[in-house]
């Protein structure tokens, strides 16, 4: 069954306190893979695409890597203002839509 | 990147009626789609709004329940019909862009059904 499942379903860390998300996919022929930030009471708000193994994006404090199975968002010394819930979906396949992950919770304390 | 508005943001509704969500494109996109984010469930595609045509719908929604509009590359309507509290959600608007064809959406239109 084509999935996508996100890891840990919540996260507190400390401000400076380095960290992981992840996104693991069963889809075959991987179109894309996706990263997504929400704010409560917002949309998400895009902030990666990723196409194949090895792959790595950069934005300030995030890096957002891909293998065969997984995609991994790592975030380098957050702050309380990247907490929210950060999403991942996958387009595979000849399907247009996108499949999506539950997301994980994150907050940064102070 | 596209920017989306949506209107209303957030509305509470009597069970039975019906309410009409608005999402204006700040640019011409050919894909627009409207999803629906209930707590606990991922983002479910409800429907692609088709230009000049009817909505292509998911598995599970129908056209009586969610009439949507599409009237040009801009502007979409999506309507909740005879609501219940089961309908009770956010309805997010979007729309393809970007050089990766990302989705970006709206702001999201917060319904609560009594």
């Known amino acids: 069954e084509d999935q996508v499942t996100q890891s840990p379903e919540a996260l507190r860390l400390q401000e400076g306190e380095s960290s992981s998300l992840n996104c693991s996919y069963t889809?075959?022929?991987?179109?894309?893979l996706f990263w997504y930030r929400q704010d409560p009471g917002k949309g998400p708000e895009f902030l990666f695409t990723l196409y194949s193994a090895g792959e790595e994006k950069e934005k300030e404090r995030l890096k957002a890597t891909l293998t065969k199975k997984e995609s991994f968002l790592h975030i380098t010394a957050p702050k309380p203002e990247d907490s929210a819930t950060y999403l991942c979906a996958v387009r595979f396949g000849n399907n247009r839509k996108l499949i999506w992950g539950l997301g994980t919770s994150l907050a940064v304390n102070p | 990147s596209a920017v989306i508005s949506q209107k209303p943001s957030r509305d509470i509704c009597q069970r039975g009626t019906s309410l009409t969500i608005q999402c204006q494109v700040d640019?011409?996109?050919?894909?627009m789609f409207w999803y629906r984010q209930q707590p606990g469930q991922s983002l479910t595609l409800i429907a692609t709004a088709n230009q000049g045509s009817e909505a292509t719908y998911e598995s599970g929604f129908v056209i009586d329940k969610f009439p949507i509009s599409r009237p040009n590359l801009t502007f979409s309507t999506l309507t909740v019909s005879n609501m219940s509290p089961e309908d009770s959600s956010i309805y997010l608007c979007?729309?393809?862009?970007?050089?990766?064809?990302?989705?970006?959406f709206g702001e999201g239109s917060r319904l609560t059904v009594l």
């Open positions: 979007s729309a393809t862009g970007g050089e990766t064809g990302e989705l970006f």
């Open positions: 889809v075959s022929g991987l179109r894309g």
């Open positions: 640019s011409q996109v050919t894909m």
